[in-house]
């Protein structure tokens, strides 16, 4: 049972364009919400992470959207490079910070020269 | 040098067969898990580690053990190894959950484990 589920399974977007990636989770007990990054051949890296009562968090051209309602969050990547192409996976805590995490199913992203 | 460690890097293995592998860390982190990745399933986390004499379940622990030699050193058997286990396998650590510190994940580079 995949307590926090992740769309697309697989994104091209073309150089410039916006990468967006979804999450959605069951347990409202969630309190920490984590992206990693994966590139070919590598394990995961954190690459940006929300706490709940927040509806927006911006690093850079990385963007985590919020909504506590609907118990969904997004990854927005704007003006998409090739150096971006890699597995994107959403994640979730019951711990601010926590580092036992379920992960979503994973995006393998490509972005087109 | 990575902080993170896994050995071996790949490995092929035959049905039945025992199979360690291993995961030593320099970041000098307590913490340290065991997680199996699938496409299309993600990471599912197999066993954890909060210090030398603390080990944890995670969601899929059967088919699976583990050792903490020391507070670097964590390794992962299949006593018997199956084909529905070959995956990537990914070491990772956590520094302690503090006011300071969270509990970021610092992952190794991967096992690929193949069992024929």
């Known amino acids: 049972q995949q307590q926090v589920k992740q769309s697309p399974q697989s994104l091209i977007v073309q150089k410039g364009g916006i990468s967006i990636i979804n999450c959605a989770y069951e347990n409202t007990a969630f309190d920490y919400f984590p992206w990693y990054q994966q590139f070919p051949g590598k394990g995961p890296a954190l690459l940006i992470a929300i706490r709940p009562d927040v509806s927006e968090k911006k690093e850079g051209r990385f963007t985590i959207s919020f909504n506590k309602s609907a118990k969904q969050f997004s990854l927005h990547i704007m003006d998409s490079q090739p150096g971006d192409s890699a597995t994107y996976f959403c994640a979730a805590s019951l711990i601010w910070g926590g580092s036992r995490l379920t992960f979503g199913e994973g995006t393998q992203l490509t972005v087109n020269p | 040098d990575a902080d993170v460690t896994q050995t071996p890097r790949n490995r092929i293995t035959k049905t039945g067969k025992r199979i360690m592998l291993e995961c030593s860390q320099t970041?000098?982190?307590?913490?340290m898990y065991w997680y199996r990745q699938d496409p299309g399933l993600g990471l599912r986390l197999i066993y954890y580690?909060?210090?030398?004499?603390?080990?944890n379940k995670g969601e899929i622990s059967d088919g699976y053990s583990v050792s903490r030699q020391a507070q670097a050193k964590f390794s992962l058997s299949l006593e018997s190894a199956i084909p529905n286990q070959t995956a990537l396998y990914f070491c990772a650590t956590s520094d302690r959950l503090d006011g300071v510190n969270t509990g970021e994940l610092f992952f190794g580079e991967g096992s690929r484990l193949t069992v024929l």
């Open positions: 970041k000098g982190h307590d913490r």
């Open positions: 580690s909060f210090d030398v004499k603390d080990i």
